[in-house]
């Protein structure tokens, strides 16, 4: 399809494990963002990338998130070590254009993986 | 599909009437705005914008309005459908940052 495609749409994980998930957003978007959704909440930026480079990791929540998109295209966020607490919804979003101050230009949203950590 | 929120605010409108959804935010220092709209299982989908510099937006069936006075936003869908039925976000960019950030969302139940 042309939208932004996430794989898996589900995952469980035992407690402790490495998960790895995978946006493929849409061709020659430059942007990518990942967002994380708690149930009963509003989407919470984790990062940002402009091609390949990461620009903005402010929202990444420890140093068991680590996010990557080598060659400016497809991305994977990478949660090691799981925790109950990391169970959410994880959106990736494409944007054709560099997002600047002011102007995060029209985000397309991927419709997420599911998290749930036992 | 999976819930997108168990516990969210509520507004339940007949088929036809006009919806207003309202979202407050906190920073004084944002100066762009997006309401999304999100159906159960699936990410957000942008509605409308509108930035700083304006007070009033009109769209498709949509209506943004802006009080940067008192930091409110609300967003007006005339002659809801049944299809209008979701959670609704707002969300705001700061201009020093790439991000958006996201309102807890309203659900939008449309009564036949």
């Known amino acids: 399809g042309a939208g932004v495609s996430q794989s898996p749409r589900y995952k469980v994980a035992k407690r402790g494990q490495d998960v790895a998930l995978r946006c493929d957003p849409i061709s020659g978007h430059v942007s990518l963002f990942w967002y994380q959704q708690a149930l009963g909440q509003g989407p919470e930026f984790l990062t940002y990338f402009q091609n390949e480079a990461q620009l903005d990791k402010s929202g990444l929540p420890s140093d068991r998130f680590f996010a990557e998109r080598p060659e400016g295209s497809v991305s994977t966020l990478k949660i090691q070590r799981t925790q109950q607490e990391d169970s959410a919804v994880y959106l990736c979003?494409?944007?054709?254009?560099?997002?600047?101050?002011?102007?995060?230009?029209?985000?397309?949203f991927g419709e997420g993986s599911r998290l749930t950590v036992l | 599909g999976e819930s997108v929120g168990l516990h969210l605010p509520t507004l339940s409108v007949q088929e036809g009437d006009n919806s207003i959804i309202n979202c407050a935010y906190s920073n004084s220092a944002s100066d762009y705005f997006i309401w999304y709209k999100q159906e159960s299982g699936k990410g957000p989908q942008f509605i409308i914008d509108i930035r700083s510099n304006m007070d009033k937006r009109q769209g498709q069936r949509v209506t943004v309005l802006l009080n940067k006075t008192v930091k409110h936003l609300s967003l007006q869908i005339a002659a809801t459908q049944p299809g209008d039925s979701a959670v609704y976000f707002c969300a705001e960019n700061t201009g020093t940052a790439s991000k958006l950030t996201f309102g807890t969302g309203t659900r939008l139940q449309v009564t036949l």
């Open positions: 979003a494409s944007s054709s254009q560099p997002s600047r101050a002011g102007d995060t230009g029209e985000l397309f």
